[in-house]
């Protein structure tokens, strides 16, 4: 179990707002993932402040929770970008996303971070391809309540909710790093100095026979 499902909590528009904030500037080359998307607030707060983003994505596992977000996506008017799916998220593949938000328990948090980072570079056949010929790439991941564990926030800032005046309850902003595709520069560089040195090696045999 990922989130708590005993009571099902909503995210505060206050800690959508500074989601918003700390996941800016989203461009038309970023996907949105939010993983328990709940009733799909997070994302059409995203979708509304960065009309530029083409697909952002929300994983629930709960059927009329998954429902009740199609319904306000749909009354949003942003079915266009914004799709529901209504599975559990450890089935899924996140390679595509660039911009996660996470509301979960602090076991959920721990399960669910290798998957951010995990792509086909990091499966046979691909991982045989060295790291020094690929490309980094970056993954902006907001969490609420909980942060990631064994990793440092970027940033945490703490957001006042109307129905617990006074408390500051934490958002944190985290970069994570993993495997891009093949960067062809470096490809090009490689080859071009192994045409250098394969040809000085030849070189060096023809003067040797002579």
Request: net charge neutral; hydrophobic share 45%; glycine share 8%.
């Amino acid at each position: 179990m990922l989130a708590p499902r005993k009571t099902l909590w909503s995210t505060p528009a206050a800690v959508v707002a500074e989601a918003e904030s700390l996941l800016s500037p989203l461009t038309s080359s970023d996907v949105v993932y939010d993983v328990g998307c709940g009733d799909a607030r997070v994302l059409v707060g995203l979708a509304s402040s960065f009309p530029e983003v083409p697909r952002l994505v929300g994983v629930e596992i709960d059927e009329a929770r998954s429902e009740q977000a199609k319904a306000n996506v749909k009354e949003a008017g942003l079915e266009d970008r914004i799709s529901v799916i209504n599975e559990n998220a450890l089935c899924l593949d996140y390679e595509a996303a660039t911009a996660v938000f996470l509301y979960l328990v602090p076991r959920g948090l721990r399960i669910i971070k290798p998957y951010l980072t995990s792509t086909r570079w990091d499966l046979w056949p691909y991982s045989l391809v060295p790291r020094s010929l690929l490309k980094s790439a970056t993954v902006k991941v907001v969490t609420y309540m909980s942060g990631l564990p064994g990793v440092e926030p970027k940033r945490r800032v703490n957001v006042e909710v109307p129905h617990q005046e006074g408390s500051g309850w934490p958002v944190y902003y985290y970069e994570l790093e993993r495997r891009g595709g093949v960067d062809m520069k470096k490809v090009a560089i490689l080859v071009a100095g192994l045409a250098t040195a394969a040809g000085a090696l030849l070189k060096g045999r023809d003067r040797a026979l002579k």
